[in-house]
């Protein structure tokens, strides 16, 4: 591969990163060719964009950008794809679903500016909430005291029209 061949795939590798919330490293070597379709059809519905990457190439595309990304170079061997998501738990609950026939394998994340390292993060990044569900939980919370006033003040309104038609009458 010619070095402005190189260059350009880094910079690729680079603005798909920024362009993406968060990202998770997986293995899926093991994969036949039926079952990686299968994944990138399963990815394609749940908006995760999946790239196969050079090792190399991806560790030059992060050291291209601010922050620092050392902690995913010890995982950067073997076969690497690379699953980008602005949702930070999709691809962790894809991960999961193959996971049940033995693979990919999670290798590492990068979700929420928090570093994951290793599979066994893989069940605590399948419970990060993802924006929306937060956004939810929030209106949810939100609304629960302020059901409880009006009603309150309903069952009241009640409650007190009938102690001065009472006292009225009286």
Do not use: W
């Not at 070095?3 to 603005?15: Q, Y």
């Not at 998770?24 to 299968?38: C, F, G, M, Q, V």
């Not at 620092?68 to 170079?73: F, T, V």
């Not at 690379?82 to 979700?111: D, H, R």
């Amino acid at each position: 591969m010619r070095k402005e061949d190189k260059g350009t795939i880094i910079e690729t590798i680079a603005a798909t990163i920024k362009g993406y919330d968060n990202f998770y490293l997986a293995d899926i070597a093991t994969l036949n060719s039926t079952k990686t379709s299968e994944l990138r059809r399963e990815c394609a519905k749940q908006e995760i964009k999946l790239m196969v990457v050079k090792n190399t190439l991806l560790q030059k595309a992060l050291d291209t950008l601010e922050g620092d990304y050392s902690e995913l170079h010890s995982v950067l061997k073997g076969n690497t794809a690379v699953m980008f998501s602005n949702s930070a738990n999709a691809p962790a609950k894809l991960i999961a679903k193959y996971k049940k026939e033995g693979i990919p394998s999670l290798k590492a994340a990068y979700v929420q500016e928090s570093f994951y390292i290793g599979a066994e993060n893989l069940s605590a990044l399948e419970n990060i909430k993802s924006k929306n569900e937060l956004i939810g939980d929030v209106i949810m919370l939100l609304q629960s005291p302020a059901k409880n006033v009006i009603s309150a003040l309903q069952s009241g309104g009640n409650t007190i029209h009938g102690v001065l038609e009472t006292l009225s009458k009286r």
